[in-house]
């Protein structure tokens, strides 16, 4: 299967809200539905505490 892969750069400003992590798991979930594998490239501090308050970053399956 064909990779998608995220990139979140980590000097990058980032700011999550729940429907924007809603979105994002809904995508990785379109994609994997379709036979694609998803890998991200790289995850904010902000990203990744916003996704373990949600009880998302393991289903996202995002970086440590």
């Known amino acids: 299967p064909a990779t998608c892969t995220v990139g979140c750069p980590k000097g990058m400003p980032f700011s999550a809200d729940a429907a924007g992590l809603q979105a994002l798991l809904a995508g990785r ?3 994997q ?3 694609k594998a998803v ?4 995850c904010t501090p902000a ?5 373990a308050l949600l009880g998302l970053a393991d289903v996202l399956e995002l970086p440590q």
Do not use: D, T, V
């Not at 890998?39 to 790289?42: D, F, K, L, T």
């Open 29 to 31: 979930m379109a994609l």
């Open 47 to 51: 990203l990744r505490s916003a996704a």
């Open 39 to 42: 890998s991200w490239n790289g």
């Open 33 to 35: 539905k379709a036979g």
